[in-house]
């Protein structure tokens, strides 16, 4: 095997499959209409961000680590921050009674089969700030 098709199998096995994409999208549907399901309007927005925004994110082939971070914006404020992720861990311990469910401070990790979710509380401040 040259360098070459060595370098360019690894690069093609560092990118997500369709299936891989169309099953990582499906969980991000479903996250989304949990969360407005169960939190309603004491969520304000909620959102994707990450190395999945920004086409970085490689398969779990290759990272066991891969996620998906994900922002939930609370809507009031004047609690302390372990409040906010005791609200996420309720949550995903809820909507998501067969997944494995921790808290990695400051964020609330949800293992899924495929992919893996960091559900990071926030406040929104000024503007897009958080």
Do not use: C, W
Not at 6 to 30: D, G, H, M, P
Request: charged fraction near 20%; glycine fraction near 4%; aromatic fraction near 10%.
């Amino acid at each position: 095997m040259s360098v070459n098709s060595y370098l360019t199998s690894r690069a093609s096995a560092a990118v997500l499959s369709e299936t891989e994409k169309s099953s990582i999208n499906t969980s991000i549907s479903t996250l989304k209409t949990r969360l407005n399901d169960y939190f309603g309007s004491n969520v304000s927005k909620h959102f994707q961000f990450g190395s999945s925004t920004r086409g970085t994110i490689l398969p779990r082939s290759m990272d066991a680590n891969s996620d998906i971070d994900y922002m939930v914006v609370f809507a009031q404020g004047g609690n302390k921050p372990q409040t906010y992720i005791d609200r996420l861990k309720r949550f995903a311990e809820n909507k998501y009674s067969t997944s494995e469910v921790a808290q990695s401070n400051p964020t609330v990790i949800l293992n899924l089969n495929h992919i893996r979710f960091e559900l990071v509380p926030a406040l929104a401040q000024y503007g897009d700030s958080y």
